[in-house]
């Protein structure tokens, strides 16, 4: 899981997402209300393509209109069984990791599928 919880507020332009998305080498941002860090939303490099796709201009669309909101969610405790079939059940690829409304991570299928091999190499092992 990734803890360094990049956010962006949903009136940003996805032209500054991909900004922080490039600047930060991730693929995925959690939109959140600025005060609080509360969790509105998740954008990924899908929504941007879904977006550029649009013919939208990247300096006039708003984060909130092509981000998830209200994504699925997982805590710190959650196995990760459980996180790779959410993600596979739903078609997605980043699950924000949270505590109470506020993210503290971002769990990719990537970071799963490290996960994945490192426990095949324990039992080997």
Do not use: C, N
């Not at 032209?15 to 995925?28: C, D, L, Q, R, W």
């Not at 699950?95 to 299928?109: C, H, K, Q, Y």
Request: aromatic share 4%; net charge negative.
């Amino acid at each position: 899981m990734a803890r360094d919880v990049i956010t962006i507020e949903p009136e940003d332009t996805i032209g500054h997402a991909a900004e922080k998305m490039v600047s930060h080498t991730v693929s995925a941002i959690v939109v959140a209300d600025s005060p609080y860090s509360r969790l509105l939303g998740i954008i990924t490099e899908r929504d941007l393509t879904r977006a550029v796709a649009g013919r939208v201009h990247t300096s006039e669309a708003r984060v909130r209109e092509w981000m998830t909101a209200d994504p699925e969610t997982v805590s710190e405790t959650t196995d990760p069984v459980e996180a790779v079939q959410i993600m596979l059940d739903g078609g997605f690829r980043h699950l924000p990791v949270v505590e109470g409304e506020r993210a503290v991570g971002i769990v990719s299928i990537r970071d799963l599928a490290e996960w994945s091999v490192a426990a095949g190499l324990k039992r080997r092992g």
